[in-house]
């Protein structure tokens, strides 16, 4: 048997850091240790390995071909210490678990749930923020975001919750006073309300004659959530395409009408829970997003064939 290396998971975890901070010093200030402290650790580590694991240059920090397997390996090492440690300590989910998601998805779908989540893990604390902006998760201590929508490019990792079927609607006051599209061309003699999020697309998914057509939009009006959004539509400012979370209820009780459905794609807006990856994920973090993943699939508003 080798002998036994008493450091080898502190050198581990300094790795990862590193790693998943993208440089000594960001990592340092996580782990509350200086960088020349990381510094000599990841030299000694790269030294009893006898191989170079990064490689440093003024720009970026990059890892080598033995880093990669390295880090591949140490990640799931230390997932594996720290399911040891939640076993040993009978498999409390402890600590404070932050998230973060928008406010009307928050108020939907997470708040209802949290009680019943704490009720299964009572050592847990919940800290909620809902806000209609993207936050940095690394720069906020946020643990998972909940996100709608397409995801931008970003290190961060997602994993998906649900989907919901986007409609287009309106309600019956604008009908009346500007007239109901008969299909999507008849869009460009309307006021459409649109989202001002960088990613957004100045043109609505439909399919006619069994071929998919980008249908350009204009409006007054561009909002950056959801929730005004369904607003400006039930006050008659224009016409809406929105997740039918959004709107069930409305159109449930027809003050809001769907257009076009016979040329809906199965335009759908996906749920995703983002977390900062590089590292093992934490339980309480784990746990969260697999009860989510169970919740959010019991919803049929969720599931995109509503």
């Not at 720009?59 to 997932?79: D, M, N, S, V």
């Not at 989907?163 to 460009?188: F, I, K, T, W």
């Not at 004659?209 to 005004?228: H, R, Y």
């Not at 997740?243 to 016979?262: C, K, Q, W």
Request: charged share 20%.
């Amino acid at each position: 048997m080798p002998p036994i290396v008493m450091e080898r998971s502190g050198e581990m975890e300094v790795f990862a850091r590193v790693v998943q901070d993208g440089g000594f010093s960001a990592a340092a200030r996580n782990l509350d240790i200086t960088p020349s402290a990381v510094s000599k650790l990841i030299a000694r580590l790269e030294a009893r390995l006898g191989t170079r694991l990064l490689v440093r240059t003024t720009r970026a920090l990059t890892l080598t071909e033995e880093g990669e397997a390295y880090h591949h390996a140490a990640l799931k090492i230390l997932q594996e210490l720290n399911d040891a440690d939640q076993a040993a300590a009978g498999g409390a989910v402890r600590g404070r678990l932050r998230i973060n998601t928008t406010i009307p998805f928050g108020t939907m779908f997470v708040a209802p749930v949290i009680p019943d989540f704490i009720a299964r893990n009572p050592d847990l604390i919940v800290d909620l923020s809902f806000t209609d902006g993207i936050v940095d998760l690394v720069a906020e201590k946020t643990d998972v975001a909940i996100r709608m929508g397409d995801l931008p490019d970003s290190g961060l990792i997602a994993r998906k919750l649900g989907q919901s079927r986007r409609v287009v609607c309106a309600s019956a006051d604008y009908l009346v006073r500007c007239g109901s599209p008969v299909n999507p061309a008849d869009l460009e003699h309307h006021d459409c309300l649109t989202f001002n999020f960088r990613r957004a697309r100045p043109s609505w998914p439909f399919r006619c004659g069994g071929q998919d057509v980008a249908q350009p939009v204009k409006g007054s009006i561009v909002v950056n959530n959801g929730e005004t959004m369904k607003q400006m539509a039930l006050a008659g400012a224009g016409i809406a395409r929105v997740g039918l979370f959004h709107v069930a209820d409305e159109i449930a009780t027809g003050r809001l009408v769907p257009l076009l459905e016979e040329y809906n794609p199965g335009d759908l807006e996906l749920v995703h829970a983002v977390y900062v990856g590089g590292g093992p994920l934490p339980h309480r973090v784990r746990d969260f997003i697999e009860y989510m993943v169970v919740t959010l699939g019991a919803s049929p508003l969720l599931r995109g064939n509503s």
